[in-house]
């Protein structure tokens, strides 16, 4: 881990002042993943800016009927609360799904949506990849591969998103309000949040230097029946091979994404106007364009399955 | 559903031996200018206050010090233990503010004014925790290593699910989570035991929370 | 003491304390956080540096050029340690490739310098500061595609690569029924909780480290060997061990390097391997490839019986003898086993949890399954039916005991087997369950090992041995064997373990040491209750019970023999011919009920039990964890554990606990163990046996088997994931 000084700051305002004031600075909150990186000098931040206090630790309604998460928020209390059991089932299944109760416990909601991947290559410093090291080259192409993305890929990075609270919230269509230096707001769709890994898989987000997430909005609650299957070797603890969540309404009509097949929570939209006919023509859908390896060529059967269960499953 | 496409092997980067049988690779670590050398700078520090077993502690830490290493090489707290200092193993679980966290993914100097619990404040040989007794009768354990990180965990869980923290098995969100042992060993999968004790730590657990098999 | 006739009544047979299921007695400890492991040994040097490993980029080739100016001149180092700078370096016995690699590269993560400073946050930025550049060679990495080149591996610990009886080709030709099918099994990491992490301080040329091993003399010796000194100068000290299971049978870069840093230092230095360098540094199971042949007429009986298996090391290494147990196992009158072993570039293998048994029997027991349903027998009937109460290979050799068939049977009837259902026919829910059984086989092994006990004027006892306790509950039994042989209850004894300044003992592996170290600890008390017989003037045949010892009408305090100063002695078990006139094994029988997603194929294991029958368990409590735990293990190597090889870069890719996945509390439910009365004299006066090896042998197949039953699809290629089951389940509604 390379030095760095620390600084710890109480409003949004003073934490992209600090961003713009010094250079290779880094916000951190919960740190379970950001640590993890510097620990292995993949993450490299002279500066941190721990934002872990800001007073963005609330849930509140708003004014459309549906929730405002402050960035802050922990998954565990996020998890918890009422409201999202009650009516965002599918966000508490995907959450308690994920990680363990100790990693829950510190991390955040901002953070969460910030994960980088978990590709062995990408960890490893010795290995090429052009996600740490743009221009390096992929390893995982032509490696060990059997966790890796089955569409959105390109021929530099075929590495997945890792986050099963994104699953949820991109079936939930959220919103993720950011600041800049400058003070300006912004609400970025989850749909437009993450970058294609194309020729620059080093580009994740589609956030500008600097700017902090502060919030994550839901729209009104839309019924329905929530289920979020995740797949997975070991019982627990584990990331996904793939997950499917969904919210299935009683005429049969519903949202679906997918975790674990690419470079983020995976929906198509179009793909759900098949729901009421099954899950074959909605996994056709959703992995129009997929492009396998011999090691994970199974995901495509897998999506398919793992959804036909899910849609038994929601008819009880 | 369409054949799906194979990839090409990598191109770049993927310069492995091939008919020379012999590549040159340059390990360069990443973020790192190749300038000349640079004069060792002492590396900043940070001074933190915080409660450890109750008592107050201040150090003045490199800021790199993770929480763990605070209390094994700072305080001299070793019942906390390193397993794999990623969150892969949770034998660093410690109690926060009345939450279990692997403290090898925290730095130090983010925990000021919090009150930490190790287990050395959970017991000791002699008055020992009502949970660290029902490990020792249950053989909850063999070569001891990921055992406080357990404990701890197991601590924590009980009062989570007092709590009505949900968990992946619960089957309904609208009610209370109870103590079962399926509940159990879901929120215990944080702490992994290689010597495999598993079945009789969930035995230890039930018998302080009171739970009949 | 030699141990050359079978054992008669003696004290352990009163099983006043031993047999007795007991609490560990160093749990308070271990559950307070208060037993110190290796790396946190404030208390025994002061002014500690830290060391910090720098692995190898590449599997093989060399190290062009090292360029360690920035690393220097970062804060606070001290020292760094390179082949350049080290000194010359002897390769230990026990290890295949160097500790301390450069300027050839033999494998990925090999050490190649240890960066030493003040502080652990120096070190580990200094070393990512080394520059390296390596010069890459072409190493081989692919077992399937080395098979061809692989050679018949010369004998090792005096067992020959290749065994033949009868004619196995003619029979196994003329068998009406056959099995010849392929199995393989992935490398395997012991993925122990702690890493191997030691300290090391020098005293003029006097080293000592505080480690975390398994065989303190051997690893005493290897040390003395590879740094050129006597090893009368170095003490190793590893009173806990956070878990070894063959990782920690030898010396470690950790402790090379500790060792090395320190005398650059010139200061104690502490190292601990950081996680994701421990599974390319270190060892591991070797993969193997297996092909077993087994043929039987109609009504199930064995004609022929076939195993060969191929495995890979690095050069100067030894083959993963999975084909042993099948010499053994079964009746049949012509047999063949075969081992080849391929030169790999992966790191080193080398022993794990059952060693030769664990892979062996994943294969062999699965096929047996494949057997029994081809001839429509019921797979527990067939192995009941081929039983062997002598050495099938030599039929004048019988085995000490052997107690297969009434663990099959036992098992059979706790776990319910009758209610066993055709493959895919059992469904609950989404579910499809189905169960499965295997034999569980592990050879027993006895060691000369020695002890040294104390009597104090307060009538405690204090047993001294290089023993370790890796988990295994070795204080325990310690305790036990010296309270029962000393009549003094258990809170009147001490246990000192790992201190290479104590009596040298068998150590912890090959699931020899409990027996082996027990039955030092008791020569020892044979010597002392001597030696207090003679003090206290007494007649030999005095009876030490209650904290007394009384012969005649004389009753007298145990401690009052030391009443005018401690009483010693120290002797050390050796063993005669026994285990070569008596086959000496452990038996068990591994039931397992799995439920598989018809959908998802996800596999979740319901129910285990385990029987066993391993001589007499000198504490039932630890012997269950023992096994339990073995269970654990044997259910990972089923269903998720498998290192990752790239073939092209020649590592495991996956080499952390997050890429490497080992059982989680959500995977194993409760589990059931029971231990058949035995006690076997041929032994050692203790009777006892190894049980903690057993207890993983058998456990994948008979996961492997109950997924088949429960599926209707035979996976032979471990770990058995969702991905090769997925195609072949039932279609969707």
């Known amino acids: ?316 | 559903m369409q054949t799906p496409e194979e990839y090409e092997l990598s191109r770049r980067g993927v310069l492995v031996g091939g008919a020379a049988s012999v590549a040159t690779v340059t390990m360069v670590p990443i973020g790192t200018a190749a300038a000349a050398t640079p004069p060792a700078k002492s590396p900043p520090t940070a001074k933190v206050a915080f409660e450890v077993n109750g008592t107050a502690r201040e150090l003045e830490l490199d800021t790199r010090t993770s929480l763990l290493d605070a209390l094994r090489e700072h305080l001299h707290l070793t019942g906390t233990k390193k397993g794999c200092d990623h969150g892969q193993c949770g034998a660093c679980t410690v109690i926060v503010d009345g939450r279990r966290i692997n403290s090898c993914l925290t730095l130090a100097v983010m925990h000021e004014g919090e009150k930490i619990t190790t287990i050395e404040g959970l017991g000791t040989p002699d008055k020992m925790h009502a949970m660290q007794d029902a490990f020792v009768t249950h053989d909850g354990y063999q070569c001891g290593y990921c055992t406080p990180g357990q404990i701890c965990s197991a601590v924590a869980v009980l009062d989570e699910i007092k709590a009505g923290v949900p968990s992946h098995v619960t089957a309904d969100l609208g009610a209370a989570p109870a103590v079962t042992k399926v509940e159990l060993r879901e929120r215990m999968s944080g702490n992994i035991c290689r010597c495999g004790a598993y079945s009789n730590i969930i035995d230890a657990i039930t018998d302080v929370a009171g739970v009949k098999a | 003491m030699k141990f050359d006739t079978p054992a008669t009544t003696n004290p352990i047979d009163q099983m006043k304390i031993v047999g007795k299921p007991t609490n560990r007695i160093e749990g308070p400890l271990k559950t307070t956080g208060t037993a110190p492991y290796a790396y946190e040994r404030h208390d025994v040097a002061a002014n500690q540096a830290y060391g910090y490993v720098v692995g190898s980029a590449i599997a093989k080739g060399r190290i062009a050029s090292m360029n360690l100016d920035e690393a220097r001149a970062a804060p606070g180092v001290i020292a760094i340690v390179t082949a350049d700078n080290a000194g010359k370096l002897a390769k230990g016995d026990f290890n295949t490739a160097k500790l301390l690699g450069g300027p050839d590269i033999e494998h990925y993560h090999q050490a190649i310098a240890l960066v030493v400073a003040d502080s652990f946050e120096q070190a580990r930025a200094a070393a990512s500061l080394v520059r390296v550049e390596y010069a890459r060679g072409k190493g081989a990495y692919d077992l399937a595609a080395a098979i061809d080149t692989a050679i018949k591996p010369k004998a090792s610990f005096g067992t020959e690569p290749d065994s033949a009886v009868g004619n196995f080709a003619a029979a196994f030709a003329a068998a009406p029924v056959q099995i010849d099918a392929r199995y393989t099994t992935p490398d395997h990491s012991h993925a122990m909780m702690e890493p191997h992490a030691s300290i090391a301080a020098w005293e003029g040329d006097k080293l000592t480290v505080w480690t975390s091993n398994q065989m303190i003399a051997w690893s005493v010796g290897d040390m003395a060997k590879t740094l050129g000194i006597p090893k009368e100068n170095i003490r190793f000290d590893s009173p806990y061990i956070g878990g070894g299971f063959g990782g920690k049978l030898f010396n470690r870069a950790d402790v090379l390097l500790a060792a090395l840093g320190a005398k650059a230092a010139k200061r104690p230095v502490k190292v601990a391997l950081p996680r994701p360098l421990m599974i390319n540094n270190t060892t591991h199971r070797p993969a193997t490839i297996q092909r077993v042949r087994l043929g039987a007429t109609a009504d199930g009986k064995l004609t022929a019986i076939g195993h060969e298996s191929w495995s890979g090391d690095l050069p100067g290494g030894g083959p993963e003898t999975a084909v042993a147990q099948t010499r053994l196992l079964y009746a049949g009158e012509n047999r063949m086993t075969a081992m080849r072993l391929a030169v790999l570039d992966l790191p080193e293998g080398n022993a794990m949890r059952a060693p030769g048994e664990a892979p062996g029997l994943m294969a062999l027991e699965i096929a047996v399954d494949e057997l029994a349903e081809k001839l429509g027998i019921d797979p527990i009937a067939l192995r009941v039916l081929n039983d062997t109460q002598v050495d099938p290979e030599k039929p004048s050799r019988p085995f000490s005991q052997r107690q297969l068939n009434k663990c099959l049977e036992t098992g059979a009837d706790k776990f319910g087997w009758s209610k066993r259902a055709k493959p895919g026919a059992t469904r609950d829910g989404r579910w499809l369950v189905g169960m499965g059984v295997a034999a569980a086989f592990r050879n027993n092994l006895n060691g000369p090992s020695a002890a040294r006990v104390r009597l104090a004027k307060s009538g405690v006892v204090t047993v001294e041995t290089d023993m370790t306790d890796i988990g295994t509950g070795t204080y325990t039994i310690i305790a036990q064997t010296a309270a029962e042989m000393m009549g003094v209850p258990l809170d009147k004894v001490a246990v000192k373990l790992g201190d290479s300044a104590f009596p040298v003992s068998a150590g912890s592996g090959g699931q020899w040491g409990a027996n082996s170290s027990t039955a030092g600890v008791y020569a020892a008390c044979v010597k002392l209750r001597e030696a207090v017989v003679q003090k206290l003037g007494l007649a030999s045949d005095a009876v030490f019970a209650g904290g007394k010892v009384k012969a005649g009408r004389r009753s007298v305090a145990l401690g009052d023999a030391a009443a005018d100063g401690e009483l010693v002695a120290e002797d050390k078990m050796e063993y005669g011919d026994l285990a070569e006139k008596f086959q000496q094994s452990t038996f068990g029988a591994h039931f397992v009920e799995v439920g598989v997603d018809a959908m998802t194929g996800e596999i979740r294991v319901r129910r285990m039990l385990a029987v066993c029958a391993a001589g007499r368990i000198l504490n039932p409590k630890a012997a269950r964890s023992q096994v339990i735990g073995a269970m654990t293990m044997g259910a990972g190597a089923a269903l998720m554990e498998e290192l990752a090889v790239d073939k092209r870069f020649g590592f495991f890719v996956n080499h952390d606990l997050a890429g490497y996945e080992v059982p989680v509390h959500a995977d194993i439910p409760h589990q059931e163990v029971i231990f058949l009365d035995e006690a076997d004299p041929t032994t050692s006066p203790m009777k006892a046996k190894g049980v903690g090896e057993l207890g993983i042998c058998g456990v994948a197949a008979a996961v492997a088997n109950a997924v088949y039953n429960a599926t209707g699809v035979r996976v032979r290629n471990y770990p058995i994931t969702l991905d090769k089951l997925l195609g072949k389940l039932p279609d969707m509604v």
């Open chain 1, 1 to 316: 881990m390379k030095s760095f000084t620390y600084e710890r700051v109480d409003s949004a305002a003073a934490a992209t002042a600090a961003f713009a004031r010094t250079p290779g600075a880094r916000f951190i909150a919960g740190g379970t993943n950001l640590l993890d990186l510097m620990k292995l000098e993949i993450e490299t931040p002279q500066h941190l800016i721990d934002v872990s206090r800001l007073a963005l630790d609330k849930i509140e309604a708003t004014a459309d009927g549906g929730l405002r998460i402050g960035a802050m928020v922990r998954n565990t209390d996020l998890a918890s609360d009422a409201r999202v059991r009650r009516d965002y089932g599918l966000l508490t299944r995907a959450l308690v799904a994920s990680a363990s109760g100790q990693l829950r416990n510190k991390a955040t909601t901002a953070g969460n949506l910030l994960q980088r991947t978990r590709c062995p290559y990408f960890y490893d410093t010795n290995q090429p990849c052009n996600k740490r090291q743009p221009g390096s080259g992929c390893a995982a192409i032509g490696g060990f591969n059997r966790l890796h993305a089955v569409v959105g890929a390109s021929d530099a990075c075929i590495a997945t998103h890792p986050s099963d609270m994104a699953v949820a919230m991109r079936a939930l269509d959220a919103a993720i309000e950011t600041v800049d230096a400058a003070g300006k707001a912004r609400a970025i769709p989850i749909a437009d949040f993450y970058r294609a890994p194309a020729k620059t898989p080093h580009l994740e987000t589609v956030l500008a230097p600097g700017e902090l997430i502060t919030a994550v909005t839901l729209p009104k609650p839309v019924g329905g029946t929530h289920i979020y299957h995740k797949v997975r070797d070991r019982a627990s603890y584990a990331f996904a091979l793939i997950s499917v969540g969904a919210i299935v309404q009683r005429d049969g009509s519903g949202r679906v994404a997918l975790g674990g097949v690419g470079y983020k929570p995976w929906r198509v939209e179009a793909a759900e106007a098949a729901l009421p006919r099954g899950a074959k023509p909605v996994a056709d859908g959703l992995l129009a364009g997929a492009r396998t390896t011999h090691e994970n060529a199974y995901k495509l059967p897998l999506v398919e399955r793992t959804l036909a269960g899910v849609l038994t499953q929601a008819k009880g």
